[in-house]
């Protein structure tokens, strides 16, 4: 049994209606990363300074030494970046990425951000790379990180986000804090649940193309112009989208550092001006999307097709291609992962396995299907799904005539080509039926098997979607 473990499907066609408050055709939730005082520095106890999204090109880590350059501009942030930006968005509800070590060097800040009414989040106990850090000590940093934020804050933190992620955060934070959700995703434009910690934990996904992160790096903002062009487009996608009835969330990155800089802030102001004159728009934390969207959207209950253990799966999915079960057998084998948690990934696992089996076998499934208005159907003998198939058409309320054409029609072709007349009588009339059995029967053997073959497929998929939706 393999199970993949990245969710490669989502939503897929079928988009939930996010129903923002308002019935706002646009979310946007913006967040202000609050890292500055909590970056590496040999002062935090850290092996080398930071090399990491600022001003300097090519910056790297200097090993045992402090760094001026990199410090004074990380400093920029918070002496001045941050109030530049407080100051143009101090009435519009935002959430702060807090770095806790950070916060607890910002007094200042921290109140400001808690005046203007503004969630902070936790963004981890410090802004340093966690990918080659052993599960136990990232552990106990999203624990210190919880409570150095809890004091410095005056209540616990409801969001997580912290960025430079390991393969553990996300299950280690589910775990460690009651979190409304955690943001360390970018695989969606909206809020989705997933499995972690050993419960059903909420993701709203974060950006990285509106960031203004892309000021630096090497494939980024060369000037404000670029960070404006990037948010307006976004929100004019997203917002029309939210006019033709699938409303999404929109996420836009900013540092103090960064944003904050006169060079670049007057972007973020033609930005929020041309948002703000839109109708319909809700500006929101992600704490309220978060908040909102597990009342609307509450988590999953119940085993997904991709989670049942093999005995429960065949017994679900055992007679979809008719009395075959070791169709389903072989495909629980398989790979299955979240994308086969729908019709169309069902359908798609057992098809491979039908598709892949000998002519022999194969022809076992033709063969177990029964004759149209035959005589199993007249002696009450089909299985729930084939009677219930046959009815929809009117196969169950055949006139003699009727009856006896298709009992010729059955024994003539079953006689020439060794297997019943298969169609997905769902997609058919009783008349369209007759037609296609009379074209059909004139059909050379191996023509007819692929098409008979088809016909099974089919009829296994409307099965499928009559039984887990579309």
């Known amino acids: 049994m393999i199970r993949y473990p990245r969710d490669m499907a989502g939503y897929g066609p079928n988009i939930p209606n996010a129903n923002w408050p308002g019935g706002a055709k646009i979310a946007v939730q913006i967040v202000l990363n609050y890292e500055e005082g909590g970056e590496n520095n040999i002062l935090h106890g850290d092996a080398a300074s930071e090399g990491f999204l600022s001003e300097i090109t090519g910056a790297a880590p200097w090993p045992g030494m402090r760094h001026w350059n990199m410090e004074t501009i990380y400093e920029y942030g918070s002496r001045a970046g941050f109030w530049r930006v407080h100051s143009l968005l101090k009435d519009t509800p935002i959430t702060v990425y807090g770095v806790a070590t950070a916060l607890a ?10 005046d203007a009414g503004w969630e902070i989040a936790s963004h981890g106990l410090k802004w340093v790379e966690h990918k080659d850090m052993p599960a136990e000590e990232e552990r106990k940093q999203i624990r210190e990180a919880i409570r150095l934020h809890t004091e410095v804050v005056g209540e616990p933190p409801r969001g997580w986000y912290t960025g430079r992620c390991s393969m553990n955060t996300i299950p280690l934070a589910a775990e460690e804090a009651d979190l409304a959700y955690i943001a360390d995703s970018y695989s969606d434009d909206l809020p989705y649940w997933m499995e972690a910690g050993g419960k059903q934990q909420l993701i709203v996904p974060y950006t990285m193309d509106c960031n203004d992160m892309r000021f630096a790096i090497q494939a980024g903002y060369t000037q404000g112009a670029d960070f404006e062009a990037m948010v307006r487009d976004a929100f004019d996608v997203l917002y029309a989208e939210g006019q033709a009835g699938a409303p999404k969330m929109m996420s836009i990155g900013l540092h103090c550092r960064l944003i904050g800089r006169p060079s670049r802030m007057a972007a973020l102001k033609r930005v929020m001006e041309y948002m703000s004159s839109h109708e319909g728009v809700w500006f929101a934390t992600r704490e309220q999307i978060a908040d909102h969207w597990a009342a609307e959207h509450p988590a999953p209950t119940g085993l997904r097709p991709s989670q049942m253990d093999r005995d429960t799966f065949v017994r679900e999915f055992g007679g979809i291609f008719e009395h075959s079960p070791w169709i389903a057998e072989t495909a629980h084998a398989g790979e299955l992962g979240t994308y086969s948690d729908s019709a169309a990934g069902v359908h798609n696992a057992l098809a491979r396995v039908f598709r892949s089996a000998s002519e022999e076998q194969r022809l076992g499934v033709l063969t177990a299907h029964p004759d149209l208005a035959g005589k199993l159907a007249a002696a009450g003998r089909l299985t729930a799904e084939s009677t219930n198939e046959q009815a929809s058409a009117g196969l ?75």
């Not at 191996?446 to 088809?454: M, R």
């Open 396 to 470: 169950n309320l055949l006139t003699d005539a009727e009856r006896a054409s298709f009992t010729d029609l059955n024994d003539r072709y079953t006689e020439k080509f060794g297997f019943p007349f298969i169609i997905a009588v769902k997609d058919n009339t009783k008349a369209g039926i007759l037609a296609a059995f009379q074209r059909r029967i004139g059909n050379d053997r191996a023509t007819e098997f692929a098409e008979a073959c088809k016909q099974v497929e089919r009829i296994a998929e409307l099965r499928l979607i009559e039984k887990l939706g579309a």
């Open 105 to 114: 060097r910002a007094p200042e800040q921290v109140k400001a951000m808690k």
